[in-house]
């Protein structure tokens, strides 16, 4: 595996770090060793066999978003995120990484990577709807673990704006997570299999509607290149928002806009959820300094915060606090996004957060978070 992506370690290998500055990681951490070259250089020097598969290498690979923001600065198109989680397979099939043991050891105990009754949850944090239509919601784990009430405010702000009942994914021990951890652990054979069931479940179920980036960007993107494409590309609930009105009780000052990594850099998505703001705010969102395809991570994907959970919150707060405080210069008091992970991220970093569907129904951001758990 590691000489599948040789030619992108030993490009930044031997690259003068022309992307240092754009790595959340090594920013937040303040660590030379996790700056985008030099995790790709231990990658290199790993697949030389200067290096031993071990622990300390599994660290190193880890601590890594997928965020993407390197390869918008790099010369060379270089796609370190993708070689980072390549990388991960070697590591996982040897025994030495302890994030994907404990995904694995979840998957086997839970039938899912979160640690949850998925299922059980689904059923008491879902409005029951029914199970196929002409748009089906799928409601996401990251939000159904750790967003209690995330999902039936999505359900309450899209059947506001369209003014019809939604159809929902049902739950389904085995089926309710799309399997995007297994993949960012480098457990891909594990993948394979869990997006065959995944497709298997939606079928015929109608349209798909999610509001977690990171799901319709697995969807879209890894279920085709793993042979299990959807019948039709999911879509992000902010691309149906942005073409109706849904009048919002929305006050105080307009929020600060912050895109998901997923949503953004890996779908292409920008306009959508500003747009969905405009109409249904009646306020331009505010934009931080570094926006759009540039914009900062929130420090949660690619299981950051399972490597290194302190590090992730750091990243979450170095993206509003850094050189100035982004609510102070655009006068902002909350942070919208369009993502349950980045909502729990910011919130965990002390940032007042709200998703796109919370905010549109005009609700408050909820105090800080300081439970226990990763992701
Ligand atoms: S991603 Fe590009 S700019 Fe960054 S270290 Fe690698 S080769 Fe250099
Ligand atoms: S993808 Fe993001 S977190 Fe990973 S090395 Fe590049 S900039 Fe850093």
């Not at 798909?208 to 960007?217: E, F, K």
């Not at 902010?238 to 307009?254: D, E, F, R, Y």
């Not at 969102?285 to 570094?290: K, L, M, Q």
């Not at 302190?310 to 050189?323: K, L, P, T």
């Amino acid at each position: 595996m590691l000489e599948q992506i040789a030619e992108q370690t030993s490009l930044c290998a031997a690259c003068p770090k022309m992307c240092r500055h754009a790595c959340p990681v090594s920013n937040a951490e303040r660590r030379e060793t996790v700056t985008p070259a030099l995790k790709m250089t231990a990658v290199d020097l790993a697949r030389r066999g200067r290096l031993p598969l071990d622990e300390e290498l599994a660290g190193v690979v880890h601590a890594c978003t997928s965020c993407g923001a390197c390869s918008q600065f790099c010369k060379l198109g270089n796609n370190v995120a993708q070689a980072l989680v390549d990388a991960r397979v070697p590591l996982a099939h040897a025994g030495v990484s302890r994030v994907a043991r404990q995904v694995a050891e979840r998957m086997d105990r839970f039938g899912n990577p979160t640690g949850a009754d998925l299922s059980k949850l689904h059923r008491q944090r879902v409005p029951a709807r029914p199970e196929r239509g002409a748009l089906v919601l799928w409601p996401g784990c990251t939000a159904l673990r750790r967003l209690p009430e995330h999902a039936s405010d999505v359900v309450a702000a899209l059947e506001r704006a369209l003014g019809h009942a939604l159809a929902v994914v049902p739950p389904d021990s085995e089926s309710a997570c799309c399997g995007y951890p297994l993949w960012a652990a480098g457990l891909h054979e594990r993948f394979a299999v869990q997006a065959r069931l995944v497709t298997q479940h939606l079928k015929d179920r109608g349209a798909l509607l999610t509001s977690d980036p990171g799901c319709a960007w697995t969807f879209n993107v890894l279920y085709p290149q793993f042979g299990s494409p959807l019948q039709q590309p999911a879509r992000h609930v902010s691309q149906v928002l942005a073409g109706v009105v849904l009048p919002s009780t929305w006050k105080g000052p307009a929020p600060l806009y912050h895109d998901p990594c997923h949503l953004g850099r890996h779908l292409g998505v920008y306009d959508d959820p500003r747009a969905a703001l405009l109409r249904g705010l009646n306020v331009e969102p505010r934009e931080f300094t570094w926006n759009r395809a540039v914009s900062e991570c929130c420090g949660g994907g690619g299981l950051y915060p399972h490597a290194n959970r302190a590090g992730a919150v750091a990243v979450a707060r170095r993206r509003v606090q850094h050189e100035v405080d982004e609510r102070q210069r655009t006068g902002a008091e909350t942070v919208v996004t369009a993502c349950p992970g980045c909502e729990l991220m910011f919130s965990r970093a002390g940032v007042p957060a709200l998703d796109l569907a919370r905010a549109l129904l005009g609700k408050t951001s909820p105090a800080p978070r300081t439970e226990g758990g990763t992701r």
